[in-house]
Every structure is written in structure tokens, then in C-alpha cells.
């Protein structure tokens, strides 16, 4: 069975950084795209950004364009979110999720409708 658990978040200012892992068991994480989530209080989760199971396609939704970037390390079997130039909208529970899909396929997905996820990670930006 697929496990994902989402560990990095924490309290942090204005500007500051932080980077998410993903650390998936289970199963060979090359098989999957991997995406991450968010969900603020009172509002719906939204997608972040998605890495494909090939590496080849990184998707960005606009808010955090040129802030975050995704990887992955597929001998670790681990995504990360590094995110950078944080602000308060930022904040809010970050979430990782997978779909299986071929391997090497330039797949990815923002909608959050996936088979698999962690438990969630909170991450909070405050002044």
C-alpha cells in the first residue's frame, strides 16, 4: 500500500523559506506523479504544483510561480516543495498526493481528486 508522509512545514516570517518532503513507501516513487496541495481555513484545497513521474513536467499554479520550485529524488523515494519569498497567503495545511502513472510519462495533475496522500504538513507565515 502507498504511504506518503508530508514533514518541513513550521512557523516562519515574511520572505523566509521552507522546503516540504514527501516521503512516499510502498512503492517505487518513479511510478508516480506526485503533486502538492494546499488548504487554507474556510477555503477549498487548491493544487500548487505537480512533478511528473518522468521529472520532465513541473507544473506551478500562478501564485507561486518563480517562489517554489518542485523536485524529486527517486533513490530517496521523496519530493520536495522548496519555497521561497513566503508570504501570509501562503499559508495553510500542505498536503502531497500521488497518482500512479507509466513510468517516465510527462503526466501531471492539479486537481485534487488523487488516489493517494500524506496527512498534511502546516506551514504558517506570519509578521
Known amino acids: 500500500q502507498l504511504q506518503l508522509v508530508e514533514s518541513g512545514g513550521g512557523l516562519v516570517q515574511p520572505g523566509g523559506s521552507l522546503r516540504l518532503s514527501c516521503a512516499v513507501s510502498?512503492?517505487?516513487?518513479?511510478?508516480?506523479?506526485i503533486a502538492w496541495f494546499r488548504q487554507a481555513p474556510g477555503k477549498e484545497r487548491e493544487g500548487v504544483s505537480c512533478?511528473?513521474?518522468?521529472?520532465?513536467?513541473?507544473v506551478y499554479a500562478d501564485s507561486v510561480k518563480g517562489r517554489f520550485t518542485i523536485s524529486r529524488d527517486n533513490i530517496k523515494n521523496t519530493v520536495y516543495l522548496q519555497m521561497n519569498s513566503l508570504v501570509p497567503e501562503d499559508t495553510g495545511t500542505y498536503y502531497c498526493?500521488?497518482?500512479?502513472?507509466?513510468?517516465?510519462?510527462?503526466?501531471?495533475?492539479?486537481?485534487?481528486?488523487?488516489?493517494?496522500w500524506g496527512q498534511g504538513t502546516q506551514v504558517t507565515v506570519f509578521s
Open positions: 498526493a500521488a497518482e500512479l502513472t507509466s513510468l517516465g510519462s510527462s503526466w501531471c495533475f492539479m486537481k485534487p481528486d488523487a488516489g493517494s
Open positions: 512533478i511528473s513521474s518522468g521529472g520532465g513536467s513541473l
Open positions: 510502498g512503492y517505487t516513487v518513479e511510478h508516480y506523479a
